[in-house]
C-alpha cells in the first residue's frame, strides 16, 4: 500500500471519528448566556484596566513611532534613529515625552502610519491611533466573519480572550492589532483566490514588523507564486515609497548595523524569560554575561548554538512536513492557522501583544476543528490560546515563560492536526536534509553566540542602569553616561565609588581629560547646552552644543552643532573667553571628533551609513581627507602623545576597535567579537576606555579597559 492510500484510509477513519465525537458532545442551552456574560466581564476589565488608563497616558511605545514621524516632519534626517543617544536628544528638543525613547530594531517603514498623526500633540496622536486600533480590530473580526463559520458572538469571545496581548497592544499603542488585520485581510483574499492581494496584505504586514516575512515560506512549499509575486511587489513597493520619504541612508544602517544583530537576538532583554523566546531561553539557560546573566545553567556556547539549531528545525520542518496534505478537509485553514505561532516561535522576542495575531489563529483553526467534527479538540485549543495570553504575576513571569509554553502547545496541536497524526513518519524520509540544517545552524549560531573576548575587560559598576556610555578620564576618575530606568544621568567612577552628577535634563555625552579634573557633560532640554562640572565649585553653562570631547591636555574643547539637516564641529579654548569658532563646516556633515593637544580636530562624517575621516589644522583651518583609513569608521581618539588614533570600523555588521600609528599606517585590531565597540578614550597612552555591547544587546553597552599594544 502507497504512503498517500495510507493517507487517504487515515483521513476516512478520522472523520467518522470525528463524526461520532461531535454526536457524542452535547452542549448545554445556557452556553450562549455564558459566553455574553464572559464577554461582558472582559469588555468592563479592558475599559477599566486598558482604555482608560491608555486614554490619559502618554507613557508607552507610541511615542518612539510618533517621534520618528515628527523628526520628518519637521525636515530633520531619521538616519541616525537607531543611536540611542541620538533619539533621546532629538525627544528631549521636540518635548516629545518625559522619560526614554528608542526606535531600533524597527524598520524604516513602520514610520509610515504614524505620518499623518503627526498634526496633533504626542497624546491626541494616540487617543486617535486608539480609535484606529479599535476600529481595524473590527475590521479584522469582520473579514474573519466573511472567511469562517462562526457568528458574531464566537468571534469576540475568542477575541476577548486574548486577555494579556489586547491589553499591552492598547494602552502603550502599538501595531500588533493593525498586522492582525492585515493577516486576516490577506487570508480574506486567499479565499477568494485574490491571491496576488493576499501577497500584497503579508507585505504590508512585513513593513511594519519583519517577523510575517515568514509567510513566504507557506507559499514556496505550496508553490503559489501568485501570492508570493504579490509579496515581492509590495515589498519593493512599500521600500521604494519608504526610501522617497527617509532617503538611503537609514535603510543602508537598518539592513548593516541593525538587522544583523537584532535578527540573532542580540536585542532588548537578552536573558529575560519575559520575552518568551527561544532565543532568550537557550541564551538564559546557556550563556553567560558578567551582569545580566552571571549564573547560567552551564555556559556553554556550543550547547545553546545546538539547541538553537535543533529548535529552529524542528519548528520549520514540523510546518513543511504538515502542510503538504491536501486531502485533510480544511487543511488550508489549518495551514494559514499554523503560521502566526509559527512566525512568534521563530521570532528573536515577543513580547505580550506580539501575540494579538494568534486571534486570527485561533478563530481559523477552532472553525476548522468544528467544521471537521472535533469539537473537543478544537476546545483544547481555546484552552491553551487562552492560558497563552492569560496575564500572570510579573514575579513569575522571570522564571516561567507561560506565553512561550502556550504558543509552542498550540502550534504544536495544529500541526498534530495538519499531519493527522503521521508528522513523525514523514519526518523519517527527511532526516538528512534537517541534519544538514542541525549542522549549518549550530555552526553558524556559534559564530555569532561566542561574546566572551571582552568580558575580562569588563570594569564594574554597581548601579541598576541599563546602559553604560561615552566613557573618558577625568584626572583620575572616569566619567561615563548611564541610562536609567527613566532618564541619562553623568555619573563619575573613582576607586569603585559612583558619584550622581545628575542635573534637570538628560545627560546624553560627556568629555574629560586625564590632565584635569574638569568634567563636561551635554545637558539635553528643549537645546542642548555643554555644561562644565567642576571637582568643587559651581556649575557653569559653556555654549550650545552636544557629543562634545576635551583634548588630552584639557585645553581645547571640541563638540558638535547640529541644526536639521546641517552638522558642524566647533572648537572652543577652555582657557579663553573667546566665543567657539566653526572647525569642521556643514559640508563634511560632521558626525564624533577628537582634538588634539595643538586643537587640530579629526572628525567622522559624511554619510551616517558610510562615514570617513577628515582632519583640520589648528593653524591654517585646511581640511584634509584621510582617505588612507579605510571607512565605514566613526569614534576617532587621538592618542596623549598624538601618534596614534583609535577608531571603530564596521566590519560585518558590526563596528571593531582598532588602533592606527599615524606616522607609517601600521594597525591593530583589539576587538573581533559580532557585537560593537565604540566610543574609545585614552586613559594613557598605554590604556583604552571604550563601550560594548558584547552579549547585552545592541547598544545597551556597558565599560571596559583594554591595554593599547606597543
Known amino acids: 500500500m502507497t504512503g498517500a492510500s495510507e493517507s487517504r484510509q487515515s483521513n476516512k477513519l478520522n472523520e467518522v471519528e470525528n463524526l461520532r465525537e461531535a454526536e457524542e458532545l452535547q452542549l448545554p442551552a445556557s452556553l450562549p448566556a455564558i459566553e455574553w ?37 519637521q525636515g530633520i534626517p531619521v538616519d541616525r534613529s537607531y543611536e540611542w543617544a541620538w533619539f533621546q536628544r532629538q525627544n528631549d528638543h521636540l518635548n516629545v515625552r518625559d522619560g526614554l525613547v528608542s526606535f531600533a530594531p524597527n524598520p524604516p517603514s513602520s514610520i509610515i502610519p504614524l505620518l499623518p498623526f503627526t498634526r496633533l500633540s504626542p497624546l491626541a496622536a494616540k487617543r486617535a491611533w486608539m480609535m484606529c486600533t479599535l476600529v481595524l480590530l473590527a475590521l479584522s473580526l469582520l473579514a474573519l466573519r466573511q472567511t469562517t463559520q462562526l ?45 496576488l492581494s493576499s501577497g500584497l496584505s503579508w507585505s504590508a504586514a512585513a513593513a511594519m514588523k519583519l517577523f510575517p516575512a515568514i509567510s513566504v515560506i507557506l507559499f514556496i512549499r505550496k508553490r503559489d507564486w501568485r501570492a508570493l509575486s504579490g509579496f515581492l511587489v509590495g515589498t519593493v513597493a512599500l521600500v521604494s515609497i519608504s526610501i522617497a520619504l527617509f532617503g538611503m541612508d537609514v535603510h543602508q544602517v537598518f539592513v548593516r548595523e541593525v538587522l544583523t544583530q537584532a535578527s540573532r537576538g542580540d536585542w532588548l532583554g537578552p536573558y529575560s524569560l519575559y520575552q518568551n523566546s527561544f532565543i532568550t531561553l537557550w541564551s538564559r539557560f546557556f550563556l553567560f554575561e558578567p551582569q ?80 471537521r467534527g472535533q469539537p473537543r479538540m478544537a476546545f483544547a485549543l481555546l484552552i491553551i490560546y487562552m492560558l497563552a495570553a492569560a496575564p500572570i504575576p510579573n514575579k513569575m513571569t522571570s522564571y516561567l515563560p507561560h506565553r512561550l509554553v502556550g504558543m509552542t502547545a498550540f502550534y504544536g496541536l495544529l500541526l498534530h492536526n495538519l499531519s493527522n497524526g503521521m508528522l513523525w513518519r514523514e519526518a523519517k524520509r527527511w532526516w538528512i536534509l534537517g541534519l544538514l540544517s542541525v549542522i549549518g545552524l549550530t555552526i553558524s549560531n556559534y559564530r555569532t553566540a561566542n561574546h566572551a573576548e571582552d568580558f575580562n575587560r569588563r570594569v564594574t559598576i554597581s548601579t541598576d542602569g541599563y546602559r553604560f556610555a561615552n566613557p573618558v578620564p577625568v584626572g583620575n576618575s572616569v566619567g561615563l553616561t548611564e541610562m536609567l530606568r527613566g532618564k541619562y544621568r553623568p555619573i563619575l567612577l573613582s576607586n569603585g ?70 552638522r558642524s564641529a566647533w572648537l572652543l579654548a577652555t582657557d579663553s573667553a573667546e566665543a567657539p569658532q566653526v572647525v569642521v563646516p556643514p559640508t563634511e556633515q560632521a558626525i564624533d571628533v577628537t582634538v588634539t593637544n595643538d586643537g587640530d580636530v579629526i572628525a567622522a562624517g559624511g554619510k551616517v551609513s558610510d562615514p570617513h575621516l577628515v582632519r583640520v589644522n589648528h593653524g591654517t583651518g585646511e581640511v584634509v581627507s584621510m582617505a588612507e583609513i579605510g571607512h565605514p569608521v566613526r569614534y576617532p581618539a587621538i592618542s596623549p602623545d598624538g601618534k596614534r588614533l583609535a577608531f571603530s570600523r564596521r566590519e560585518a555588521g558590526s563596528w571593531h576597535l ?44 556597558a565599560l571596559a579597559r583594554v591595554a593599547v599594544p606597543q
Open 658 to 701: 582598532f588602533i592606527r600609528t599615524l606616522a607609517n599606517g601600521s594597525e591593530w585590531q583589539l576587538t573581533h567579537a559580532p557585537c560593537n565597540a565604540i566610543s574609545p578614550a585614552w586613559e594613557s597612552d598605554h590604556s583604552l576606555l571604550y563601550a560594548t555591547d558584547c552579549g547585552r544587546g545592541v547598544g545597551l553597552s
Open 151 to 195: 457568528g458574531w458572538r464566537r468571534l469576540i469571545l475568542i477575541t476577548s480572550l486574548s486577555t494579556l496581548p489586547l491589553r499591552v497592544d492598547f494602552k502603550f499603542a502599538r501595531y500588533y492589532v493593525l498586522i492582525l488585520f492585515l493577516i486576516s485581510v490577506a487570508y480574506y483574499a486567499a479565499s477568494r483566490n485574490k491571491r
Open 497 to 566: 565609588i559612583v558619584r550622581d552628577l545628575s542635573s534637570s535634563g538628560d545627560a546624553l555625552s560627556v568629555a574629560g581629560s586625564p590632565a584635569s579634573d574638569a568634567f563636561y557633560s551635554e545637558q539635553a532640554e528643549r537645546t542642548s547646552l555643554l555644561i562644565k562640572i567642576p571637582a568643587n565649585g559651581v556649575r557653569e553653562t559653556i555654549t550650545e552644543g552636544q557629543d562634545p570631547v576635551l583634548s588630552s591636555n584639557g585645553k581645547w574643547l571640541a563638540f558638535i552643532r547640529e541644526d536639521h539637516e546641517s
Open 37 to 73: 456574560c464572559v464577554i461582558a466581564i472582559q469588555a468592563v476589565f479592558f475599559i477599566w484596566l486598558t482604555l482608560v488608563p491608555g486614554w490619559r497616558s502618554l507613557l508607552s511605545e507610541f511615542p518612539n513611532y510618533y517621534l520618528a514621524a515628527e523628526l520628518y516632519h
Open 292 to 371: 545580566l546573566n552571571p549564573a547560567p545553567l552551564v555556559n556553554s556556547p556550543l550547547i545553546y548554538s545546538l539547541l538553537m539549531a535543533l529548535t529552529v528545525t524542528a519548528l520549520v520542518f514540523g510546518f513543511l512536513l504538515s502542510i503538504q496534505n491536501d486531502d485533510l478537509p480544511h487543511a488550508e485553514a489549518l495551514r494559514w492557522a499554523s503560521l502566526p505561532p509559527l512566525m512568534l516561535l521563530l521570532s528573536t522576542y515577543a513580547s505580550a501583544d506580539h501575540s494579538c495575531i494568534l486571534i486570527f489563529s485561533a478563530i481559523v483553526a477552532i472553525d476548522a476543528l468544528l467544521a
